[in-house]
């Protein structure tokens, strides 16, 4: 995950326990209990579950196959 200091800021939510990576209108929330991480891109969701390796892409259900060994990459 690259974070560049000057477009994109990274937000630690200590109640809920939420990593926000805020990318101007993107919002990418990992979820640290759930193991999940999930990129808000307006209105769709698409989640990344760390368990079973799947990607949901919100809101039409779609999914989506990754590899065990992929890495979720965002750049500003």
Do not use: D, S
């Not at 990418?28 to 368990?51: A, E, F, V, W």
Request: net charge positive; proline share 7%.
């Amino acid at each position: 995950m690259t974070l560049h200091p000057h477009n994109q800021r990274m937000t630690l939510h200590p109640h809920n326990q939420r990593m926000t990576l805020h990318l101007h209108n993107k919002r990418m929330t990992l979820h640290p209990h759930t193991k999940r991480m999930t990129l808000h891109l307006h209105n769709k969701r698409m989640t990344l579950h760390l368990h079973n390796k799947r990607m949901t892409l919100h809101p039409h259900n779609q999914w989506m196959t990754l590899h065990p060994l992929v890495f979720l990459t965002t750049r500003g």
